[in-house]
């Protein structure tokens, strides 16, 4: 009778555990899409960029590999105590303000970081650090979710155009190089976008690292595997790269100079991809089946204890109500902010000095996305002319921002354009020092040396990075998202000091005249 009624007690608490879990769960999956739903925005972002990008496509599987992942530790989360862990909710509110700044400053790659990051956090808060610890890859991988590559793309488009080039020159061919555009005796070449192995880095990395996780125990053969998965595509982009030169090369431009050029890449990709991947399994760690009996159990004590579900529940809306906040806020920001178009931008000389000319000395505009107000004026003094570009957004959306990618000096070559340096260089203006993008534009028969910068309200700035942040804090504070970009121009024959030196006299007579201009527009936006 007395063992009866210790097998009836003990079946009890177990029902009462798994029933205590099984809520635990379900109210964690609940809080995680209502949270998505809070920041439908943002994800609907990170879809569109999935279903437009090829290079992003493989973000449709992420979050299936991680809940296999889950699946295949559930034997281990089974046996982990569940219980709401209030150390992560301040995780939550950097994730949080980490968001807002981003939706402010419209850097919506890190506003898309943070939300996937809420995720593992909001599970660390409703279930435990043990039950996060157990899961802490699967829950971590849903970061390769987000569409991230673009700030890549320029150094690796130098680094594939350093690599060919070396390798030609190695091979016995003259090389002649400006930026990403070179030339050999069959013909001329460029590392453009498609060429810069963003694809190769993003896939390789993305399934290096899952690989990893599936292949080995240890911590540091892992790292090494991914470390791996991210030196492997870059090199092997660069020797693809020069391989289609040399075929075309080779070949009297006859191969490798279209369409092909981009499949011989993929078949390239694939093959140093099997090859990596057959290398790492020489080093594989089997798993064993991580398997904890319950019929070894020698007491229902040892069994982990349900989570009430009042605490739960109580966590859960904390968990909500702390996500919520930060979209409100930025509604409200939105609000405030009015609709108002900016008037129009008019800047002239009332010294006279440098008098307006009708005459455009090139063909080159740059290229902004949106509908930003424009100003584009062009200046003489005696035989010294300069081209000057304003360009003022204001109520910024992803689709028209200042500081953007998006927004570029030169789109393509169909104008016969290409730009060959960028660097930063400071100028002395007086008593104050102003910092400047500048750049070499080229054409066929023409050069134009261009400096820019950003007006943002009551700071100026080069850097874009730091452009983003004062933006960013400029809206919270209540300023507005105003900001415009500064370019000025002047052409050169041979050296582009000639143009520096006229193009230094330019901003010294005129920067406090446009940024006066600038703050009248900027005074009329309430």
């Not at 911590?219 to 991210?230: E, G, T």
């Not at 070559?413 to 400071?426: A, F, P, T």
């Amino acid at each position: 009778m007395g063992t009866t009624q210790v097998q009836l007690r003990n079946t009890a608490l177990s029902s009462n555990t798994i029933n205590g879990r099984r809520e635990a769960i379900l109210i964690t999956l609940l809080v995680i899409a209502l949270v998505l739903g809070i920041y439908h925005e943002t994800i609907e972002s990170i879809v569109t960029i999935w279903n437009r990008s090829e290079t992003y496509a493989h973000g449709f599987l992420i979050a299936p590999f991680s809940i296999y992942m889950i699946w295949k530790r559930r034997v281990v989360l089974a046996t982990v105590k569940f219980h709401p862990d209030y150390m992560p909710l301040l995780v939550l509110v950097g994730l949080g303000l980490g968001w807002l700044l981003a939706s402010a400053a419209s850097v919506q790659v890190i506003e898309q970081y943070a939300l996937v990051a809420m995720m593992p956090a909001i599970v660390w808060a409703m279930l435990g650090f043990q039950a996060f610890n157990t899961i802490i890859f699967p829950l971590v991988y849903l970061l390769f979710a987000v569409p991230f590559g673009e700030a890549l793309i320029p150094p690796l488009i130098d680094f594939t155009a350093d690599f060919t080039v070396s390798a030609l020159q190695a091979s016995g061919i003259p090389v002649y190089r400006e930026g990403s555009f070179f030339s050999i005796p069959s013909g001329n070449w460029s590392v453009v976008e498609a060429c810069s192995g963003v694809r190769y880095l993003i896939a390789s990395v993305t399934l290096g690292t899952l690989y990893a996780y599936l292949t080995y125990h240890s911590l540091s053969r892992r790292l090494i595997f991914i470390a791996f998965s991210i030196v492997v595509p870059i090199i092997a982009n660069g020797l693809r790269a020069y391989l289609i030169v040399m075929t075309g090369h080779l070949s009297d431009m006859r191969l490798a100079v279209g369409v092909d050029h981009l499949i011989y890449g993929w078949i390239f990709f694939g093959l140093v991809m099997l090859l990596l991947f057959w290398i790492g399994s020489f080093w594989r760690e089997d798993h064993l089946d991580e398997v904890v009996s319950v019929e070894n159990s020698s007491s229902a004590d040892q069994r982990p204890p349900s989570t009430p579900v009042k605490s739960t529940l109580g966590m859960a809306g904390l968990v909500v109500a702390m996500a919520a906040i930060w979209p409100m806020y930025m509604n409200y920001l939105n609000n405030g902010s009015g609709l108002q178009q900016a008037p129009e931008i008019s800047i002239a000389d009332p010294s006279g000095k440098w008098e307006t000319d009708s005459i455009q000395p090139s063909n080159w505009v740059p290229r902004y996305t949106g509908s930003p107000k424009q100003f584009i004026g062009y200046f003489h003094h005696k035989n010294q002319r300069v081209s000057l570009y304003v360009t003022y957004y204001r109520n910024q959306q992803q689709e028209g921002k200042l500081i953007s990618s998006s927004n570029t000096l030169v789109t393509d070559l169909s104008n016969g354009w290409r730009n060959v340096g960028e660097n930063e260089r400071k100028l002395s203006l007086g008593t104050t020092e102003l910092s400047v993008n500048q750049d070499l534009l080229h054409a066929a028969t023409s050069r134009l040396l261009v400096w820019r910068w950003y007006w943002l309200i009551d700071q100026e700035t080069a850097n874009p990075y730091l452009g983003k942040a004062i933006q960013a804090m400029n809206q919270i504070l209540g300023k507005g998202d105003d900001g415009a970009e500064i370019i000025v121009a002047a052409a050169y024959e041979h050296d582009p000091e000639e143009a520096a030196s006229v193009l230094r006299e330019f901003v010294v007579d005129m920067q406090l005249i446009i940024t006066e201009r600038l703050l009248a527009v900027y005074g009329r936006h309430d």
